[in-house]
């Protein structure tokens, strides 16, 4: 709950309260009293190999499939990430597909490289590899920018069929795709699909990211590709000039890894998302109007609704601000405005009786803002 | 001294053995165990007040004038501030101005934003600013890149005069100048010119980091500059969706400046640094040929040699390695392969001892190859 009262459900964040200060405070207690100091020196432009041995090690775990430390890359989150790929596998003017609907600060990050944005569209079961087909065909794409598992923001996993669609259109095309799979590790293994290099490791680059496993303020993530793909990425001139991504917290979150404290706090964090999850889905079940087109995630931290036609969206964002409820309005996960009528709500910011008094509020301001029979 | 018992003056770092481990260790753990945990969540772009706070006031401290919070923005060190720089003040195609010579990794950060380089040359009083005006009427450039004080790779600093011309013509012609000032903390105040921001304020971008005062692997540092500047750096897709740089470790070096330690290390490493130069110079101007000519500077890291005419600088380069001892050719530091014949020594690497060894086997190998008297 804000300063002011709102619950904003717009806030795509884990709550501050579950962060883990001790952790990390052990962590770097260890991590800097070690007997060595090279994270304190310019590193290898891929990240320290003992980080990417403990991360390596922590992924093939909790992926239930082998992760070579040679196959990934330390970034400063998946926003890096994205970016590090743009700049080394687009020029300025190339096209890039992206989602319909996507992750709207991924579409600011596209823009900062000056590549030309073309959209498939997201249904139940993910993007559309069928219309990403016609797509490849038309615009020959540099590069695919794909969010599989627990979209942001509707919340859908690409299904299993579409997953085998979209690594054979890669690898037949040979287009690098660029799968933001942040949210992989936030469920348990047996509630979701496997990562998309596990359909096929070669063109899939999966952007990885301790912001919502440990905390957003860490800024450390990976991405895990082919040797070949490494190769290319730690080719760029930051990570030349400055050594890799931050050495010293790569050396905290090594620790926090070998000491077993990233394992204990996932399944942690697992358990608290999985609860407000049920909680914000059975709410929204039970108050929301008929009409409300929901998509009920099995995981990440995101539900997207759709207004029933003739309601007017900007008008309930602003009845919905007035009762004390935010959310992010849908046209700004679109290249051209479109989902005016959607909107995203983040479930994993607040405790669940905040969580149930957000929706009640949202709840009634939709039924004020519903078309009259006529 | 390298396993392979090469003294490579090539490496331009601090020494291993002086990072300071105990120093972030003990700024970790206060740090780690404060009352809040903001520093694990998504952070202001411009990155967290507090450390903003407490970085004006080192610099007031050690600039020697004011500097304001609002007129800070925290990056992942130099690089990505350059980096950022050219992200939101150049388009694909653009001109940048570049010095001849200029730091190698820099030209790779410049590459990387699909920019077009325009060099204007480096001579005993920095960057000439004759030769500056003319490229400026002629290229119409949108941002200059400058390395004003222990300039790398010649070590040498813009003099006042210029340092008025300088701003002087970015005033008139409504040019940013990136200011590339990562050495400018490294020597004593009375020793230096001030920060270019003290000739004007307006235009200038000035790049700062800890990597030479703390340690590279901390990857923290700032871009000073108005806060017109700062709005239109802050509103960067990267810096949006990650919520600032590096929050944690930012909490870190917030923690050791505001405990002194910061200030103390300073000291430190200026006295290193400076009984390191002065050890350099001596044996340079003890050892080398007559013939060599020499740029010695008053601080930073880096001599800049020029080998006679006549003498073959690939053939030096080679027979140095056979007898032990490494550089930096000088052709790396151009965009067209200019200063063949020059090389680059970082004096802040190894102890005085060692200086000396690889100092007497460089002078001997360049004795060997100068062209003979015919």
């Known amino acids: 709950v804000t300063d002011t009262g709102i619950i904003d459900f717009g806030i795509g964040q884990p709550e501050d309260r579950i962060l883990p200060r001790e952790l990390l405070r052990e962590a770097a207690q260890h991590a ?4 060595g100091n090279d994270y304190l020196q310019y590193g290898p432009e891929q ?19 082998e992760v070579s430390p040679d196959e990934l890359l330390v970034t400063n989150g998946a926003s890096h990430g994205l970016d590090l790929v743009l700049s080394r596998y687009t020029r300025p003017g190339d096209v890039v597909v992206v989602e319909a609907p996507t992750y709207f600060f991924g579409l600011d990050v596209l823009h900062g490289r000056y590549v030309r944005l073309v959209s498939v569209p997201v249904d139940e079961e993910g993007l559309d590899t069928g219309a990403l087909r016609t797509v490849i065909e038309r615009e020959k794409p540099a590069l695919i920018y794909t969010i599989p598992v627990f979209h942001n923001p509707t919340g859908v996993s690409l299904s299993d069929a579409r997953r085998r669609q979209l690594v054979e259109l890669a690898e037949a095309y040979r287009i690098p795709v660029v799968a933001d799979e942040v949210y992989q590790l936030t469920a348990e293994p047996d509630r979701l699909l496997p990562p998309l290099r596990r359909y096929d490791p070669r063109q899939v680059l999966s952007l990885g990211s301790f912001s919502k496993i440990l905390g957003p303020g860490v800024r450390l993530g990976w991405i895990e590709c082919t040797t070949g793909h490494v190769a290319k990425l730690r080719d760029d001139g930051v990570l030349r000039s400055g050594g890799g991504a931050s050495p010293m917290t790569g050396a905290i979150v090594e620790t926090a890894i070998r000491r077993g404290l990233q394992d204990q706090f996932l399944a942690t964090v697992r358990d608290i998302y999985d609860r407000r999850r049920r909680c914000a889905c059975e709410a929204l079940r039970r108050y929301l109007p008929e009409g409300v087109r929901v998509t009920y995630p099995d995981g990440g931290y995101y539900v997207w609704l759709e207004l029933p036609a003739g309601t007017d969206p900007r008008a309930v964002r602003v009845d919905a601000l007035a009762a004390g409820v935010g959310f992010r309005p849908g046209h700004i996960f679109s290249i051209d405005g479109s989902f005016a009528s959607c909107l995203r709500l983040c479930f994993t910011y607040y405790p669940e009786e905040v969580l149930v008094t957000g929706i009640v509020r949202l709840a009634k301001v939709i039924t004020s803002h519903l078309p009259r029979c006529s």
């Open 47 to 65: 990240g320290a190999r003992s980080l990417r041995d403990a991360l390596a090690g922590f992924l093939s775990r909790h992926y239930g499939h």
């Open 32 to 35: 800097l009293a070690g007997p």
